[in-house]
């Protein structure tokens, strides 16, 4: 794995840890006005901006996994393989930052978003929140974890990844008890605009599960 961007590191310690994962073919700057808008609201979160370990398949960014004639039946695979170096990442800045799975938030961009989903259904969840910014599930999701808050965000207009998934897998959660919102912006495409950011800030501010909250209650008091 190379080298991340580290956009905010509190020096007496985080409250929250807060990593931002990529599309296909970009890089961890593309994250960084996300994790620049969140270091300001969340002055004692670690924020980091994660750089996936293979080189693209297009352009001169890198990627999760290739996506190089994937079909809906090869896709699951390819996310299987690359699923524990993802995992390792995120229990990496775990440890170096104290911070426990209640304590962290995953936010990925379209397959950065994939990988984050995905995470959720292979082993013990490694993050209360999910932020899926134009993102899915490979496949509908087989369990819905109850420590896990799940913020899908999507455009109508994207053309890479359907709107549709968004809405079918957010149901398919809140059928299955998940915590999860899901919201459409008529006029997006495959992108992030500003008023989709502040929407991510709104949700991590005001849809906080009690189970988040206890813990960043524990890591300011020092317990």
Same mark, same amino acid.
Do not use: C, N
């Given at each position: ?99 426990? +799975?209640?304590? =962290? $938030?995953? *936010?990925?961009?379209?397959? #950065?978003?994939?990988? @984050?989903? &995905? ?58 008890? +998940?915590?999860? =919102? $899901?919201? *459409?912006?008529?006029?997006? #495409?495959?992108?992030? @605009?500003? &008023? ?28």
């Amino acid at each position: 794995m190379s080298d991340p961007l580290i956009l905010q590191m509190p020096s007496d310690g985080a409250q929250q840890l807060l990593l931002l994962f990529h599309g296909m073919g970009s890089t961890p700057e593309s994250m960084a006005p996300i994790g620049r808008r969140l270091a300001t609201e969340f002055p004692q979160a670690a924020v980091v901006s994660i750089q996936a370990p293979h080189p693209g398949d297009v352009g001169s960014g890198y990627q999760w996994f290739s996506a190089k004639d994937v079909t809906e039946a090869s896709r699951p695979a390819r996310i299987a393989d690359a699923m524990p170096g993802f995992r390792a990442t995120i229990e990496d800045w775990q440890a170096k930052t104290g911070a426990t +799975a209640a304590m =962290t $938030a995953l *936010i990925g961009f379209s397959q #950065g978003a994939i990988m @984050s989903l &995905e995470s959720t259904q292979s082993g013990a969840p490694l993050a209360g929140r999910i932020v899926a910014l134009s993102g899915r599930f490979a496949t509908l999701p087989a369990v819905a974890p109850a420590t896990v808050t799940f913020h899908l965000i999507h455009g109508e207009k994207d053309a890479v990844i359907a709107h549709t998934y968004a809405i079918s897998q957010a149901e398919h959660l809140l059928d299955r008890g +998940a915590d999860v =919102t $899901a919201d *459409i912006f008529t006029e997006l #495409g495959h992108t992030v @605009s500003q &008023e989709a950011l502040e929407l991510v800030v709104e949700r991590l501010k005001t849809h906080v599960p009690q189970h988040v909250w206890q813990a960043a209650q524990a890591a300011a008091s020092g317990s």
